[in-house]
């Protein structure tokens, strides 16, 4: 029998508990013994439950019993899980946890201290929720030089903009009904600036190219200047609009940004609609795969995590090689040396005097055509070119678009 804690009896450490239980004959012959929670951690108490005895609000309880050998973190935010988790490894514990903004932020001091220990930090449920993407990339593709990774890993921003595309919605009509199911926080920020998929993307780029990556390091942009009428725009060119964070690699450095991208209306991550979430991976031998499921919720989070804390039964004794360095200043590129093709959108009085304009300032452009647009906008694609380029071109022109969206 191999005991297990859980901090934090929220959503996911709740449903973590409810899958140990409800499972429990599988999860025993997938593990190899008998997984049992012994104590789990939260300021309240929950009387009602089958397993109210096994509450604690002292976290000593649980560090200093050498009987628990695995803990789970559901907990969230960086203080005080970081610290949490950091004495459970001290101590000789393997943790898992759920946790993105933890492991974006420490992920490399905490895989150190994991190493030294040897015990393992496993997080399979930081990215994708319920989606097996971590130990697929690190373990089925390792022998891949992975060239990029792009995805849709946010599942409320998704929600929103396919309301927008398939409803017409604007983007406070999808933030409230988002809200009111209950996909977005009552503070979205964290969705709709980009947050939540940044600190995912840069966990996916450590993994495939084995150096931290901070959030800080990230350019990164939100969904909510996304309007209607970029939509309709989108939808005149063949595309749609969907929140991708993506990194690639540019010989030692790597390229990495989280921001809407314009993707053609034939490609797999165009059609990932809802709270769905899918990550495409490029590998130099396996050509692309894609991964794809719920990104989100009680169960298919802990679905993820419970399959950690297998992965962390079996591997007692073992330590699993999972590792990445510590990053550097330089190691991300800047973003204004991404190169893509961008729909422009502006407001003029003279189309064909701006038309000729831009055409002097930023080159080779095609016209776009929309039906339900007003008569005084001028939209265009560009060639692709370094969005430094187009800056110097934009500025050359003296005006600033009303909208520009990449395409992918
Ligand atoms: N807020 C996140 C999302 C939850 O919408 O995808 C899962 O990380």
Redo the contacts with the bound molecule.
Sequence with gaps: MISVAILGHGVVGSGVAEVLLDNADTIARNAGDSLVVKRILDLRSFPDLPYADLFTTDFDTIVQDEEIRIVVETMGGLHPAYDFVKACLLVGKSVVT?N?ELVAAKGDELLSIAKEQNVNFLFEA????GIPILRPLSQCLAGNEIESVAGI???????MLTRMVQDGMDFGSALALAQQLG???RDPS??VDGH??CR?ICILAALAYGKHVYPEQVYTEGISAITPADVRYAEAIGRVIKLIGQVKRQGDRIQCMVSPLLIPTDNLLAQVSD?F?AVQVCGNAVGEVLFYGR???KLP?ASAVVGDVVDAAQHLTVRKPLFWAGGSADYVLDHADNACATLLRFETDDKQALLSRLQSAVGEIAVVTCPQASTNELAVVTAVMSECELDNGLAVLGEQPVSRLRLL
């Design positions: 759920s993105k930081s990215v994708g929720g890993l946010n599942g409320t921003t998704n929600f996909y977005a926080e964290a969705d939540d998929a995912k709270v979430n990104g989100a919720g989070t």
